[in-house]
Each structure stands twice: as C-alpha cells, then as structure tokens.
C-alpha cells in the first residue's frame, strides 16, 4: 500500500495578515502549530467527558423511505456492499449497514434506516425532514457507563436504559437539544456487524 504524501504547512511569514499568528483567518483563531507526536498525546479538553470513551465513529445513519432503493444507490453509485441487514421491530425500522468492500472490520459504517411502519420515529423523521443524515453513532465500550457520564454532566439521554440496536448492540441516545441539534448515538458492540443476514 503506497505511502500517503506528508502534510505540508503552507509558508505564512509573509502574508501581512498572518504571518506570526496562531492561525487567525477571517476573525477565525485556531491554535498554535503542536510539535505533539505519539509520544506526545494531545490533550483532550473534555477529560473525563465522552471524549475518552469513545472508541471509534461507528456509523452515520441516513434515513430513507425505500431501503432496496438506497441499497441500489449506494451499493451501483458508490461500491459499497452490504456487510449486514436486518428487520428492528423494537425501533421500527428495516435497516442495512454498508461499508466500501476494503473496509475491515470494525471500520465506519453507512448505516441506512427505513420506517417499518407511519409511527416509527424515521417515518417521524422522513416526515418532517425529508431522507438524509438522521444521527452520527460514537462507538463505546459500556454503553451504561457512558450514559452516566453523560448524565452526571447534566446530558440528557432519550432511553432511562440502553435497548437493543443492530446486530444485538446496545444502544442509547444523546437528546439532539444537548448535543448542538445533532443526535448522537452511542453504540456498544456485543457482536460482528460484518456479517449479512
């Protein structure tokens, strides 16, 4: 597998506007360049928050009224291939997780989500907002415990106790109001998801 190319900084010294700043563009500051290597971890603002549980994105879920259709589009347009399939009546949905054929296991996921029925939350969804991204999913190793976390920081999460998700993870959710409008999923494997039903 080829090497990919390194990362050049561009050469801002001299540029009137930036050169010996931490990275200001159009009144946006980011900061300074790191000398941190793996030696070196960067150090996570959110210590003790989520952002030492999360393993890994899991997947991005994608509402959409046929699944087949979906299923067609992604699988004809994009190469991706079909690494499970299932029918949740618990979350009322038939669903498909998809991923590029190279892909490993364990790799992110194309999570697709159709409504089994006019009362399920993605027909709710589809609904009022049309097909497209309905949640991004953090993988984590005890969904429990990441909940409380959550909680203990004044989070709230849409289920009192995780449910069963795909391929019989356990699942909960951060409320969309807490999370900046996005719902995030939060995902405990208790098995393969790289198998087709």
Known sequence: MPVPPPCVQPDLSGHPDLSGQSGTLDGVTSPPPSDHTADHPIDHPAGGLLGELVLAIDHVGVAVPDLDAAIAFYTGTLGLVVRHREVNEEQGVVEAMLA????????????????????????????????????????????????GV???????????????????????????????????????ATGSSDDTE
């Open 150 to 188: 959550l909680r203990g920081k004044g989070i709230r999460l849409l289920y009192d106790a995780a449910r069963r998700g795909t391929a019989n993870s356990m699942i909960n959710f951060v409320h969309p109001k807490d999370a900046g409008g996005v719902l995030i999923e939060l995902v405990q």
């Open 100 to 147: 590029p054929a190279s892909a490993p296991a364990g790799a992110t996921q194309l999570q697709l989500l159709a409504p089994l029925g006019p009362t399920s939350t993605i027909a709710r969804f589809l609904d009022r907002s049309g097909p497209g991204l309905q949640q991004l999913a953090c993988r984590v190793d005890n969904v429990d415990h990441a909940a």
